[in-house]
């Protein structure tokens, strides 16, 4: 009866260990058998074909260990930094192009056994680029609609490319109605110099009050680089709700000015 009762906890025992031993074994992976197949490119459908490196896009596809990518783009072209740790994401600085265009963005997985996949390309919206010397644009401004913006406008470089930071353009929030700005931009507002001549101020946040409302801008118009003048129609909106349009309502309706540098 004992001798009986030592197996059957012996067999109990190798019946458990064989289990985890089952349980651990490893299988190696097959990598000659993956079949990499990339399906879409994530990255901007726009972008400006400025051809500064400092500036560039960034465009994806899913990433698989072992694997390195193969990057290419068409005409106009331009130059691809991958990323050190991931090359399944590429920063992509699209040649300057004083037309409106388009690139092809291609990118191939290659796995670690050696297998390549189908190439898959993806079609980029290339805005044109017009480069303006903004030193030239640096200074200030008189306008012909005083009472609305400033007795002066400025105007320095801002970050961006071919970007100009105007302050004075929602002067009359401070000067005329009293309110006082709480912080941010302080009404400052980035314009930005275009093809054609076009300057644009896109729908952008100009910042807060000691009164409830929040206020943005947005403007367009177009610049004379012989005379150094702008021609800017602008729109100055309180109950500001958000970066890509107005909120409550325009603070001073459709204002057309012309910018004379000083």
């Given amino acids: 009866m004992k001798n009986k009762f030592v197996f059957a906890i012996i067999l109990l025992l190798s019946t458990i260990a064989m289990t985890f031993y089952a349980c651990e074994e490893k299988v190696e992976y097959d990598f000659d058998n993956i079949e990499p197949i990339i399906f879409s490119i994530a990255g901007p459908a726009v972008a400006t074909a400025h051809g500064n490196i400092d500036f560039p896009s960034r465009f994806s596809v899913p990433y698989r260990g072992g694997s390195t990518f193969n990057w290419q783009v068409g005409a106009p072209g331009g130059t691809i930094v991958l990323d050190p740790d991931y090359p399944s994401i590429a920063f992509i600085t699209f040649n300057q192009s004083p037309v409106n265009t388009t690139a092809v963005v291609t990118v191939t997985e290659t796995t670690m056994g050696g297998r390549t996949s189908p190439p898959f390309s993806r079609t980029i919206t290339l805005n044109a680029f017009c480069p303006v ?7 200030t401004y008189s306008g012909t609609r005083p009472g609305v913006h400033g007795p002066s406008v400025t105007m320095a470089p801002a970050p961006g490319m071919n970007q100009m930071t105007v302050n004075g353009l929602a002067w009359f929030v401070s000067n005329v109605w009293g309110e006082t700005w709480l912080g ?3 009404g400052s507002a980035v314009m930005e110099f275009g093809c054609g001549n076009a300057v644009t101020i896109h729908p952008q946040f100009i910042g807060n009050t000691d009164y409830p409302d929040r206020y943005g801008i947005t403007g367009s118009g177009t610049f004379d680089p012989v005379t150094r003048q702008i021609t800017l129609t602008y729109n100055v909106f309180w109950g500001w709700v958000g970066a890509t ?4 309502g325009s603070a001073v309706g459709s204002v057309t000015t012309v910018l004379t540098r000083q």
């Fill in 245 to 248: 349009g107005p909120g409550g």
């Fill in 184 to 186: 941010g931009p302080m």
């Fill in 133 to 139: 010397n903004l030193a030239d644009w640096a200074g």
